[in-house]
Structure formats: structure tokens, C-alpha cells
């Protein structure tokens, strides 16, 4: 038994060896041919990433030259609308042939014109020409690379065929490495069966068996070779494992490839759409411009209108430049507004918005006190009423806001001697206390003649204020505690009935501006200065029923601060 086993058990560990030799060698192999078509691959890639980059620019080119032959087929057609405007000027005008009449300056005019845009016709023919020339040559060029393009995908299609040769050698390698793996347990099972049978003489007889040995050598090398054979296994699992990710990765690629390639031969249908769009719309215009010639030579040729036609067609050619002068003068007005509009639109811009409103408030409020302080006949009070502000402190002269440029207000003393003094020196010398400067454009004319309009109302408010303000000033002299709060209850009222007169006020001057402009539309913006009214008055009210002024007295003054504050107050309020 022993004899029987031997010769067959040193015979099979060079088998596998010689097997895990062979797959060796083919993994090598393998991984070479691997390492060349993904190289391959890669190249491929890249040439078609620059092939489909060169066909996107050349698509945008002809795009834009499309672009441009629809821009110069609008040309042609503006043109042509021009040549027929002028054919039928000619048709009017002109008048039979006469040898001994000298020609009308008007005809030779049109035919001056008309040989003008038969250059204009030449040289637009030749730009189309040359479009057309330039678009073939992109044309050639985008075949050119649609040729790359099947070029690109028949290598493609190559190295899919040598991915899917790897892949039936891998198939192949591991249906040998199976063979391998099931002879070698073959080679360990047949070790085994040796072994137990070696291992039973020896025990009958007690004695060492010549073989046995040798037989524990052959098994020792079997072993050997069997760990060998099982990492080398293993490192071809890896490999293989390996081989199977690269070709996930080609796969993956070659996906995005196709899809790049129909994407490119989608872009080139489109292009060779437009392109015969654009010859169809080169052999129209050609025709177009055949027709156009011949009606011109048929034009020349027939020369027959009367003169009454004729000299009809000057006056009206007369009017339209009349008109045509006057609209420019009506262009020119609207320009300057715009530009009048502009300027005042970005000094308002400028103006803080929140400081100006507040001190607005603060000045408005001592026009108040002022309007209230100002003697009427022989009831003034010598001593000024003393208003309270419970909600706020008093403002002192550096947190007070500036007002905007262009405006300077002469600052108001509380003391009512000053004010008096002050008041009694301003009608002297006849300056308003109010000082703004021409540039200021906010107060225009009509929003003057709309505030003077509103006087009546502001005096019959202004006597009750007045009259208001008188009895709390006696209240305030005679009272204790309890007249303080009705002083801040009344200043409270009169702050309220201020704002409300404010706002009724803009209201009516916006109301006003808004008719005079839809009244006058093409009226330029003028600007009057704040001294002066629009028709060189003093300002003073002349609407109808008010009854004329005389010297400025206490009232007046005070009507007059209030409505300086009104119109003080829109500004700011345009610029919202």
C-alpha cells in the first residue's frame, strides 16, 4: 500500500506548482494589457475632452455668425423699406422728361439717395457674402470634427472590445485558479490518506518503515507548497478584486463618453439645421434684392406726375421738417428737465432723511411758540408763556441737527424781547426770516401760487391758535400747579392741530403739482426762488376774496412763519 501511494504522492505538488506558476505569469500579463488600455482610455478621453471643447467654440462661432446674419437680414429689410419709401417719393415728384426744363433739385436729391443705398445694397452684399463664406468654413470645420467625433467612438468601441477580451481572460484566470485550489485539496486529501496509511504499519511491527522518511519529507514539502500556493492565492484574489474595480471605473467612463458623444451629435444636427436656415435665407434675400433692382430700373424709367402733385408733396415735405425741428426743440426741453430733475434728484439724496424731519419737528415747534408769542393789538402779553415738552428734553444746541445745505434759518431766541427786537428789525430793513438761497429747486412756482391759495384757511386757523394761545397764556399767569399740565395739554393740541394743517397742506400742494403737470406735460421745471413769487410778486397772498395787506402786523408774521414751515416740511417728504 505504501508502494502504491508513493509514486503518486510526490507527483502532484509540482503540478501545483507549475499551476500557480502559470497564473502567475497570465496575471502578469493580465496586468500589463490592463495598464495599456486604460492608458489607452485616458488618451482617448482627453483627445475627446479637446475634440468636444473645439466643436462647443466652433458652435458658438457659427451661432454668433448666425447672429449676424440675422442682424444684417434686419439691415437689409429696414433698407429695403427705405427704397420703397423713396421709390414712391420719386413716383410723386418727378415729372415727365423735358429737355428744355432744368431738373428739380428735390429729384436729383432722391436720386442721390437712391444711388446711395444701391452702395449701401453693394456693400451689404458683400459683408453677406463674406458671412456666408466665413460660415462655410466653420461648416467644413465642424465636419472636420464630427469625423473626430466617430473617430473618437470607433476607438471607443476598441477599447470596449479589449476591456471585454480582459474581461474573458479574468474569467479564465480564476476558472484556473479554481482548478488549482480543487487539485491542491486533492494533494492534501491523498497526504493525508498516505499518512494514516504509514502511520498503521508502523504501529503493527513496532519498527521505522525505510519509506517512512521519505514519505514525512514528501508531506513536509506538500505542506509547504500548499501555504505557498494559499498566499499566492490570496495576492491573486487582491489582484483580481483590483481588475474588477479598474474595469467598474472604464465602464464608468466609457458611460460618460457616449453620452458626451451624443450630446456633440446633437449640438452638430443643430448647427447643420441652422446652418441650411441660413443658406435658405441667403437665396431669399439674393432674390429680394433681384426684385428690388428691377423695380428700381422700372422706377427711373417711369417719370409722369403733375405739378400741382408735386409742389403738394414740397409743402408737406416742408411741414415735416417744421415738425420734425419742433420735436427736437420738445426733445431738447424734455432733456433739460430730465437733466434739472436729475440734479435735484441727487441734492435730495444727499439730505438725511430722519435729521431733517427732526429738525423740522424743532423748528416748526418755535414757529409755534413764535405764532403764539406774537401781540395782537393791545391784549399782547409782555411776558413769553413758557410751553413744557414732558415727553423729551430740551435740545440743546450741539445734538440739535444741522438743517440741509442751501438753507440758512436765522435762530429764534426764546426771550420775547429779543424776538421782538428781532422782528421789529427784520420789517424794518424788510428781509424775511427765512433765508434760502436760489439754488434750492423743491419750491417751484405752482407750489407757491398752491400754498398762497391755502392762506384763507391758514388765517381763520391762525386766529383760532391765536386766540387759544392768548387765554392759556392768561391761565398760565394766574394759575398754580394744575395750569402746567393744561399749558402741556394745550401745547399737546397745538402740536396735533399744526401737524394735521401740515399735512392738509401738502396734500393740497401735491394735488396741485400733479394737475399742473398732467396739464402741461411738456413743460421744462422751473425753479423761483424763495423770496419771490412765479409772477415777480412779493409773495403775499392775492387770491381771490382775501383782502389786501397793509404793513406786516403781529398775525400776518406769525401766518407767514406757518406757512414757511409747510412748505419747509415737503422736501424732505419727496425724497421718500
Not at 438743517?403 to 428781509?431: F, I, Q, T, W, Y
Amino acid at each position: 500500500m505504501s508502494s502504491s501511494s508513493s509514486p503518486g504522492s510526490p507527483s502532484r505538488p509540482p503540478t501545483a506548482e507549475a499551476d500557480v506558476d502559470e497564473l502567475r505569469r497570465l496575471n502578469s500579463l493580465l496586468r500589463g494589457r490592463l495598464a495599456r488600455a486604460n492608458a489607452d482610455l485616458q488618451t482617448a478621453t482627453s483627445s475627446r475632452s479637446v475634440t468636444a471643447d473645439e466643436q462647443h467654440r466652433l458652435s458658438r462661432t457659427l451661432l454668433r455668425q448666425t447672429h449676424d446674419l440675422r442682424a444684417l437680414e434686419a439691415l437689409y429689410d429696414t433698407q429695403q423699406r427705405e427704397v420703397g419709401r423713396l421709390r414712391a417719393e420719386i413716383a410723386s415728384f418727378q415729372e415727365p422728361s423735358d429737355p428744355g426744363v432744368a431738373p428739380d433739385p428735390v429729384v436729383v436729391r432722391l436720386e442721390s439717395q437712391i444711388r446711395q443705398h444701391e452702395a449701401e445694397f453693394r456693400n451689404l452684399e458683400s459683408r453677406f457674402d463674406r458671412a456666408v463664406l466665413e460660415r462655410d468654413v466653420l461648416q467644413d470645420q465642424s465636419d472636420h470634427l464630427a469625423e473626430e467625433v466617430r473617430l473618437a467612438g470607433d476607438e471607443i468601441e476598441q477599447l470596449q472590445a479589449d476591456q471585454n477580451d480582459l474581461d474573458r481572460a479574468r474569467e479564465n484566470a480564476e476558472y484556473e485558479l479554481l482548478l488549482t485550489e480543487t487539485s491542491l485539496a486533492r494533494a492534501t486529501e491523498a497526504l493525508q490518506q498516505a499518512e494514516s496509511r504509514a502511520a498503521r504499519p508502523v504501529e503493527a511491527s513496532g519498527e521505522a518503515s525505510p519509506d517512512l522518511d521519505r514519505l514525512t519529507q514528501e508531506r513536509d514539502a506538500a505542506q509547504a507548497a500548499a501555504i505557498r500556493a494559499g498566499g499566492q492565492l490570496g495576492a491573486e484574489k487582491e489582484d483580481l478584486q483590483g481588475y474588477q474595480r479598474s474595469v467598474q471605473e472604464s465602464s464608468a467612463e466609457l458611460n460618460r463618453l457616449r453620452a458626451l458623444q451624443a450630446a456633440s451629435t446633437a449640438d452638430l444636427i443643430r448647427t447643420v439645421r441652422d446652418r441650411d436656415t441660413a443658406r435658405a435665407d441667403a437665396a431669399r434675400l439674393r432674390g429680394d434684392v433681384s426684385d428690388l433692382d428691377a423695380k428700381l430700373a422700372t422706377a427711373k424709367k417711369a417719370r409722369g406726375v403733375p405739378t400741382k402733385e408735386f409742389e403738394d408733396a414740397k409743402h408737406r415735405l416742408h411741414d415735416l421738417e417744421h415738425s420734425v425741428r419742433v420735436l427736437q426743440r420738445e426733445r431738447d426741453a424734455a432733456r433739460d428737465a430730465r437733466d434739472q430733475a436729475r440734479r435735484e434728484r441727487d441734492l435730495l439724496s444727499t439730505l438725511r432723511v430722519e435729521d431733517y424731519q427732526r429738525w423740522l419737528w424743532l423748528w416748526g415747534r418755535r414757529l409755534w411758540w413764535m405764532w403764539g408769542q406774537a401781540p395782537s393789538g393791545s391784549n399782547a402779553s409782555p411776558s413769553p408763556p413758557r410751553l413744557k415738552r414732558p415727553r423729551s428734553s430740551p435740545v440743546s444746541s450741539e445734538s440739535s441737527p444741522t438743517p440741509p445745505a442751501k438753507r440758512r434759518v436765522v435762530p429764534l431766541s426764546p426771550d420775547g424781547e429779543d424776538h421782538r427786537g428781532s422782528k421789529s428789525s427784520a420789517e424794518g430793513s424788510g428781509a424775511s426770516p427765512v433765508d434760502l438761497t436760489q439754488d434750492d429747486g423743491h419750491l417751484a412756482d405752482d407750489d407757491r401760487g398752491v400754498s398762497d391759495a391755502s392762506d384763507a384757511g391758514s388765517d381763520a386757523s391762525s386766529d383760532s391758535h391765536a386766540s387759544g394761545a392768548s387765554h392759556s397764556r392768561k391761565d398760565a399767569e394766574a394759575g398754580s400747579g394744575s395750569d402746567e399740565e393744561e399749558d402741556e395739554d394745550a401745547a399737546e393740541v397745538a402740536d396735533d392741530l399744526l401737524e394735521a394743517q401740515t399735512l392738509q397742506a401738502l396734500a393740497q400742494s401735491r394735488s396741485a403739482e400733479r394737475r399742473r403737470r398732467q396739464a402741461s406735460p411738456r413743460r421744462g421745471p422751473r425753479v423761483a426762488g424763495f423770496g419771490a413769487s412765479p409772477d415777480g410778486s412779493d409773495g403775499s397772498d392775492s387770491g381771490a376774496g382775501s383782502a389786501p395787506r397793509s404793513a406786516p402786523n403781529a398775525d400776518s408774521s406769525g401766518v407767514h412763519r406757518l406757512r414757511l414751515a409747510v412748505s419747509l416740511l415737503d422736501p424732505p417728504l419727496q425724497i421718500r
